[in-house]
């Protein structure tokens, strides 16, 4: 099993629907994180949640709602999106706590389609 | 200017070359060096992690960091077909801080 698991592999959704992604990480971390991969351009970080309190919301617009129910969980919720928001929505953990300078490990990534 | 830039490619080489990949950046308080590598339809993974200047050395890899002139690269060598993939690089500073990569080079090596 590895570490980190995301569901769904693949989403094809229209502007109007409302999904979620699943993560969970089986690595006993206290940090967890959304990027967003978009074709060449660098990870962007999303959101961060350290010991299950969000720590960084990065200007991420309020069409993606993250939610944190214990430290091996994370979701994305997502509605109302819009054909910019396609992309490969990657999943990580650390164990570095406060101090996120830590080794990262990602999930295989949810690739996300909005018609 | 962008904090950390890293040529695209693709760069395409043959079996056994020596492969060298770049990264440039901005920030002076980046005390943490990271190169993750990421297959084809997965997440990255982490590859070598150096942390201030100087050389580190894993198997046929080779990590550098010149902080004097903010430019770190991963070296390698006897290159192989499963070395195919992106390479990211990946920083960040000393405290509480998030860490910043590169857009990736994609690396092709062909038997």
């Known amino acids: 099993e590895t570490g980190v698991t995301q569901t769904p592999r693949h989403l094809v959704m229209g502007m109007t629907n409302k999904k979620s992604l699943k993560c969970e990480q089986h690595?006993?971390?206290?940090?967890m994180y959304w990027y967003k991969q978009s074709a060449k351009k660098p990870l962007e970080l999303m959101f961060v949640?350290?010991?299950?309190?969000?720590?960084e919301n990065n200007s991420v617009p309020s069409r993606f709602s993250p939610e944190c129910p214990n430290s091996s969980h994370l979701f994305l919720h997502l509605h109302t999106l819009q054909p910019e928001d396609s992309a490969l929505y990657l999943c990580?953990?650390?164990?570095?706590?406060?101090?996120?300078?830590?080794?990262?490990?990602f999930g295989e990534g949810s690739r996300l389609t909005v018609l | 200017q962008k904090e950390v830039e890293q040529d695209p490619g693709p760069l395409s080489v043959p079996e056994g070359a020596i492969v060298s990949l770049n990264c440039t950046y901005s920030n002076s308080a980046f005390q943490y060096f990271m190169w993750y590598r990421q297959y084809s339809r997965k997440g990255p993974e982490l590859l070598m992690y150096t942390y201030s200047s100087g050389n580190k050395e894993d198997g046929r890899f080779t990590a550098q960091v010149d902080k004097s002139s903010k430019y770190i690269s991963l070296f390698i060598r006897d290159s192989q077909p499963s070395d195919s993939a992106t390479y990211l690089c990946?920083?960040?500073?000393?405290?509480?801080?998030?860490?910043?990569f590169g857009p990736g080079t994609s690396l092709s090596v062909i038997p």
């Open positions: 690595l006993g971390h206290n940090a």
């Open positions: 990946a920083m960040s500073g000393t405290s509480y801080d998030k860490v910043i």
């Open positions: 990580a953990s650390s164990a570095a706590g406060t101090k996120l300078t830590g080794e990262l490990f």
């Open positions: 949640y350290s010991l299950e309190e969000r720590v």
